[in-house]
């Protein structure tokens, strides 16, 4: 099959951005989309072009490093995959394809379709992780957690951290992403003693970041390649509203400071 | 961090800010729209409402005065989060696919705009009442007491096309606007999961359409000449063949 990629290439954050065309003849239908790009970029390469930048990692859906907004949606047509498992069988001999990066003021880009999605990991290091003493691994089943909790934090856990959450919303907001991660860890009764202090650092790291706020349309879920609920907003705000009203309350020990 | 901090200075905060002072106001409008629908009974009920009403005086003040901080702080909300929204995508997408948010979640600025434009022009056609924008007679009630006719009023109001269609616009599209905002403010305060967030939205799209319903039933009415204007001092009064009511009043005057 044949498809033209219509693609968005930039020098870096401060080149100003334009569209290219490129063809990209003889494909098998079950190459991935990156694959298809790889074949594009040879073509650039042998013909003495800058190849297509684009971000990719593990191709199998796990590491959240693949990041285009194919056609609109972040991750191409389909739904529950990433574009590293999104196959040219899903498009049409022909089509035209639009290919353009993440898009927020959160995740500058970097080159081409690369954009910068450290914001991320700042949110992490706000809150996105327990303290706890490293060491032997600790006994399986130390601590019992019930099916239902298990299975809620995994659902939140299968969150890759590709940012499509923040591609797809009309506000650009981080919220499918960071109730995820503070929703895992609030679960689970490892996560419980820092509940309040992950929920407030990391909301207010999400706000300084400059992404935008939720107005509940779940554009995020729907374009999450791991399909995470919306819920765990709702679940974050519950949180969050319950940590400032107890942070108001709370009695702060007398050798602090 | 104190409350106020994280109401006015967070993003979530000031999401609750719009859920808070959304739940208020619909609690007015629920009210509103009960007390209004006095207008099919005699037109004692509604005059005697309203002086009621006006009868609470400073109370009556310190309810305006709360509602019109509601409002306020609900549109300085959306003012605030739309600007920021707006700054956290300086460049936009060539295409950008909607996957499932909502038509009316999408127009919530638009529906907003026009429904507080309206209701600008409400409160000066019916609360602070100009000259010119409408009929505001005097009646008395069964027991002699001097009162506004707000049944007139409302009737004479209503019998005018332009303006009933303007208000059957307006509340139209406050419905609208709730069928988004009504489940939003759940998903806001952290009350919504999956267990009955369809539920919700349904409930939250049947009480719009009732709400829709019922407030259209007053123009409705009105226009269909089923309300009459019953003073026989107003302009469009229209005397019945036998009215013991409008005989007994005339007798009077």
Same mark, same amino acid.
């Not at chain 1, 968005?8 to 239908?29: C, I, M, T, V, Y």
């Not at chain 1, 992403?177 to 992950?198: H, I, M, T, W």
């Given at each position: 099959?044949?498809?033209?990629?219509?693609?968005?290439?930039?020098?870096?954050?401060?080149?100003?951005?334009?569209?290219? =065309?490129?063809?990209?003849?003889?494909?098998?239908?079950?190459?991935?989309?990156?694959?298809?790009?790889?074949?594009?970029?040879?073509?650039?390469?042998?013909?003495?072009?800058?190849?297509?930048?684009?971000?990719?990692?593990?191709?199998?859906?796990?590491?959240?490093?693949?990041?285009?907004?194919?056609?609109?949606?972040?991750?191409?047509?389909?739904?529950?995959?990433?574009?590293?498992?999104?196959?040219?069988?899903?498009?049409?001999?022909?089509?035209?394809?639009?290919?353009?990066?993440?898009? $927020?003021?959160?995740?500058?880009?970097?080159?081409?379709?690369?954009? =910068?999605?450290?914001?991320?990991?700042?949110?992490?290091?706000?809150?996105?992780?327990?303290?706890?003493?490293?060491?032997?691994?600790?006994?399986?089943?130390?601590?019992?957690?019930?099916?239902?909790?298990?299975?809620?934090?995994?659902?939140?856990?299968?969150?890759?951290?590709? !940012? $499509?959450?923040?591609?797809?919303?009309?506000?650009?907001?981080?919220?499918?992403?960071?109730?995820?991660?503070?929703?895992?860890?609030?679960?689970?009764?490892?996560?419980?003693?820092?509940?309040?202090?992950?929920?407030?650092?990391?909301? $207010?790291?999400? =706000?300084?970041? !400059?992404?935008?706020?939720?107005?509940?349309?779940?554009?995020?879920?729907?374009?999450?390649?791991?399909?995470?609920?919306?819920?765990?907003?709702?679940?974050?705000?519950?949180?969050?509203?319950? $940590?400032?009203?107890?942070?108001?309350?709370?009695?702060?020990?007398?050798?602090?400071? | 961090?104190?409350?106020?901090?994280?109401?006015?200075?967070?993003?979530?905060?000031?999401?609750?800010?719009? %859920?808070?002072?959304?739940?208020?106001?619909?609690?007015?409008?629920?009210?509103?729209?009960?007390?209004?629908?006095?207008? *099919?009974?005699?037109?004692?009920?509604?005059?005697?409402?309203?002086?009621?009403?006006?009868?609470?005086?400073?109370?009556?003040?310190?309810? /305006? &005065?709360?509602?019109?901080?509601?409002?306020?702080?609900?549109?300085?909300?959306?003012?605030?989060?739309?600007?920021?929204?707006? &700054?956290?995508?300086?460049?936009?997408?060539?295409?950008?696919?909607?996957? /499932?948010?909502?038509?009316?979640?999408?127009?919530?600025?638009?529906?907003? *705009?026009?429904?507080?434009? *309206?209701?600008?022009?409400?409160?000066?056609?019916?609360?602070? /009442?100009?000259?010119?924008?409408?009929?505001?007679?005097?009646?008395?009630?069964?027991?002699?007491?001097?009162?506004?006719?707000?049944?007139?009023?409302?009737?004479?109001?209503?019998?005018?096309?332009?303006?009933?269609?303007?208000?059957?616009?307006?509340?139209?599209?406050?419905?609208?606007?709730?069928?988004?905002?009504?489940?939003?403010?759940?998903?806001?305060?952290?009350?919504?999961? /999956?267990?009955?967030?369809?539920?919700?939205?349904?409930? %939250?799209?049947? *009480?719009?359409?009732?709400?829709?319903?019922?407030?259209?039933?007053?123009?409705?009415?009105?226009? &269909?000449?089923?309300?009459?204007?019953?003073?026989?001092?107003? %302009?469009?009064?229209?005397?019945?063949?036998?009215?013991?009511?409008?005989?007994?009043?005339?007798?009077?005057?």
């Amino acid at each position: 099959m044949n498809v033209t990629i219509r693609v968005w290439r930039q020098k870096n954050d401060q080149s100003e951005g334009r569209f290219e =065309d490129h063809e990209a003849k003889d494909l098998n239908p079950n190459m991935s989309f990156l694959e298809m790009l790889d074949v594009v970029n040879e073509d650039l390469t042998n013909a003495g072009k800058d190849p297509i930048a684009f971000a990719h990692d593990c191709r199998e859906g796990i590491c959240g490093t693949c990041s285009c907004m194919i056609n609109g949606k972040p991750h191409g047509p389909e739904s529950g995959v990433a574009t590293c498992q999104t196959y040219m069988r899903s498009f049409q001999d022909g089509d035209v394809i639009v290919v353009e990066p993440f898009r $927020a003021k959160a995740f500058p880009i970097i080159k081409d379709l690369v954009c =910068d999605r450290s914001a991320f990991d700042s949110i992490m290091h706000s809150g996105g992780f327990i303290s706890i003493r490293t060491g032997s691994a600790p006994d399986a089943n130390a601590i019992p957690i019930g099916k239902e909790v298990a299975d809620m934090a995994m659902d939140a856990a299968a969150c890759i951290g590709c !940012g $499509a959450c923040v591609a797809a919303c009309k506000n650009s907001s981080a919220m499918l992403f960071v109730s995820a991660k503070a929703g895992q860890l609030n679960l689970l009764p490892q996560g419980k003693p820092e509940k309040d202090a992950r929920v407030l650092n990391m909301v $207010a790291t999400m =706000d300084e970041a !400059g992404f935008g706020n939720c107005t509940n349309q779940y554009e995020c879920s729907a374009a999450c390649p791991k399909e995470i609920s919306e819920e765990f907003i709702s679940k974050l705000n519950r949180d969050y509203l319950a $940590a400032s009203v107890k942070s108001v309350f709370k009695a702060v020990p007398s050798t602090m400071g | 961090m104190n409350i106020l901090q994280v109401l006015f200075k967070t993003s979530i905060g000031k999401k609750v800010l719009m %859920a808070v002072t959304g739940l208020i106001m619909v609690g007015f409008i629920v009210g509103h729209l009960i007390g209004n629908l006095q207008l *099919f009974a005699p037109p004692e009920k509604i005059n005697a409402y309203a002086h009621f009403l006006e009868g609470l005086g400073p109370a009556l003040w310190a309810i /305006r &005065a709360f509602l019109l901080l509601t409002l306020a702080l609900h549109v300085w909300m959306a003012i605030q989060l739309t600007l920021e929204n707006k &700054a956290a995508r300086p460049k936009d997408y060539t295409s950008q696919q909607t996957l /499932r948010a909502s038509y009316a979640s999408r127009t919530m600025r638009l529906s907003g *705009f026009i429904v507080l434009a *309206f209701l600008i022009y409400h409160l000066l056609h019916f609360t602070v /009442r100009i000259e010119g924008f409408g009929t505001y007679p005097h009646t008395t009630l069964l027991d002699g007491t001097p009162v506004r006719d707000v049944h007139s009023m409302m009737v004479f109001g209503f019998q005018n096309v332009w303006i009933s269609l303007f208000y059957i616009i307006s509340v139209g599209l406050l419905s609208w606007h709730l069928s988004h905002g009504l489940v939003s403010m759940f998903q806001t305060i952290g009350l919504q999961s /999956r267990a009955w967030s369809n539920f919700l939205s349904k409930l %939250a799209v049947l *009480f719009s359409i009732l709400y829709f319903l019922g407030n259209a039933a007053i123009p409705g009415a009105v226009l &269909a000449g089923v309300v009459k204007i019953e003073n026989p001092e107003v %302009a469009g009064y229209v005397c019945p063949a036998k009215c013991a009511v409008c005989e007994a009043k005339k007798a009077k005057t």
